[in-house]
């Protein structure tokens, strides 16, 4: 069986693997090497080889799906089925974990997956192997996690019970992907989930909200597997909510000391209410370069009203003692959260300015089915479009809604007055050429050509030079 794996990534202003796909592939492979897979990132990859890759002759098409790339994925299935139509279209990812049903209103996709997805991935092609399998309604009924169609109408099987030990999943395919095309940090996932509900959260349609760790001792393990594959490439974790318990965190920096691994990190996902002084110098020696926080909102009501059980003072406080200890803090914050008004958003900007904070970055409040803001929206306000979340990626700028309090017009000019402070997301402004070559020149180039020790303190070098010389943002 040959199974082609499709990553829609062209719009992406940061090209990075896909940790969803190379968890899939890998799972796949350990179940039954004899599947021949090979991946397709539509962000790195030139127009003569994709072209080549649809060529080829595929059993199956596995295509992972956000929002965003909902479109781009579509005419990827138009492309398969042109070559072979009755080859086997499948989607999975974020997109159809929040939509469910409505993404079968594509004919050309076949099945779908949501929630986590390798057990039911697995099961699925076992059951493909035998192409008779494909339209017998009484044994697709039973794969839980799939989505499918029995006589034109469409079949949503029961939800599929979340892997409890997450050490049991192989590490990602990470040689099925052009790993030297990816500038930056290798990205880890080491827990799934989160127990907190934020308003505009879609995290727990797909992961639950239950938080699942993996082991200090298997997270490790990868980080050492991926230094023999890439070299002593910085990496960073990808988690929601990577410090959920301390006591791991505390374990994973022991271990990454014993080893003497020095080879830098950071983390995408922190909360700044859970941390301390101890832990944050942990990080620190542990190679631990910068975190990026949650903040939101600097009004104490909107974070009430957005559920993020977390105060400013807590906030300050962490913000303080990572910065004490050596650690960069990337605050996040968003436009449009309910409650939201044009003095909140001055609000914010005051507080990024003096939080003391790396770097502060705002975006827009973005609406998805089955959260509380896309409910917000309904009861409270209205969509300025089609309330279709495949296309609010494409407002620039990006404003999907409008509530009695805070007018569209006064959202235009929250956004210039975030702008004017030179504190509007990177993912808004795009990425400039010249920051892409200093990564690239950071996380790939420079640990090939010095010896270990030496990169690890140049990486932090040239990281506070940076901030001095303000050349541009983390």
């Known amino acids: 069986m040959r199974l082609a794996m499709v990553y829609p990534n062209k719009q992406s202003t940061e090209s990075q693997m896909s940790l969803g796909l190379g968890y899939l592939a890998s799972y796949i492979l350990s179940k039954d090497d004899s599947i021949d897979i090979k991946v397709l990132d539509t962000a790195v990859m030139n127009h ?32 398969f ?18 939509m469910m049903k409505d993404v079968m209103r594509e004919s050309l996709i076949d099945f779908a997956i ?3 997805g390798e057990l039911t991935l697995d099961e699925l092609l076992r059951l493909l192997k035998n192409s008779e399998n494909r339209f017998n309604a009484n044994v697709l009924s039973k794969v839980n996690g799939l989505i499918f169609r029995r006589d034109g109408n469409v079949v949503v099987n029961a939800p599929r019970v979340l892997i409890e030990n997450l050490d049991m999943l192989p590490f990602p395919a990470f040689d099925l992907f052009p790993m030297r095309r990816y500038a930056g940090r290798l990205p880890l996932i080491t827990s799934r989930g989160c127990p907190f509900a934020c308003v505009f959260c879609a995290s727990s349609q797909i992961w639950s909200r239950k938080w699942r760790p993996r082991s200090p001792e298997n997270i490790i393990k990868e980080v050492k597997w991926l230094e023999d594959k890439f070299g002593p490439r910085p990496f960073e974790f990808h988690d929601d909510g990577f410090n959920m318990n301390l006591k ?32 944050s110098r942990k990080m ?53 959260n309910p409650g939201e008004t044009l003095e909140t958003v001055k609000e914010s900007v005051k507080f990024a300015k003096g ?42 700028p990006r404003i999907i809604f409008e509530t009695p309090e805070f007018s569209a017009e006064e959202r235009l000019r929250a956004i210039e007055l975030v702008r004017e402070a030179g504190l509007l997301g990177a993912k808004a ?22 010896p270990r020790k030496v990169v690890f303190h140049l990486y932090f070098l040239l990281r506070k030079l940076k901030r001095k010389l303000l050349l541009f943002g983390v």
Not at 443 to 449: F, W
Request: hydrophobic share 40%; net charge neutral.
């Open 48 to 79: 003569k080889e994709v072209d080549r890759f649809f060529d080829e002759q595929w059993d199956i098409a596995a295509v992972t799906v956000t929002s965003r790339t909902y479109r781009e994925a579509v005419g990827i299935a138009k492309i």
């Open 81 to 98: 089925k042109t070559k072979k139509n009755d080859i086997p279209v499948i989607f999975g990812g974020p997109h159809v974990s929040i």
């Open 114 to 116: 949501y929630g986590e």
């Open 248 to 279: 791991r965190v505390n374990a994973i920096c022991d271990q990454i000391i014993e080893e003497k691994i020095n080879i830098p990190w950071g983390v995408r996902g922190f909360r700044a209410d859970i941390v301390n002084t101890d832990v």
């Open 284 to 336: 620190r020696q542990a190679g631990c370069s910068h975190v990026a926080i949650g903040i939101e909102s600097a009004n104490p009501q909107m974070l009430i009203r957005m559920g993020k059980r977390e105060t400013i003072d807590q906030i300050e406080r962490g913000i303080k003692m990572l910065q004490s200890a050596g650690i960069d803090v990337i605050g996040q914050f968003m436009i449009g």
């Open 355 to 396: 939080s003391g904070c790396t770097k502060c970055t705002f975006g827009t409040a973005v609406p998805f089915p089955g959260t509380a803001l896309w409910q917000y929206v309904e009861d409270n306000g209205r969509f300025l479009v089609e309330p279709d979340v495949t296309r609010f990626e494409e407002m620039n």
């Open 429 to 450: 402004e795009g990425e400039s050429r010249f920051r892409r070559i200093y990564k690239r020149t950071l996380s790939i180039y420079i640990p090939k050509l010095l």
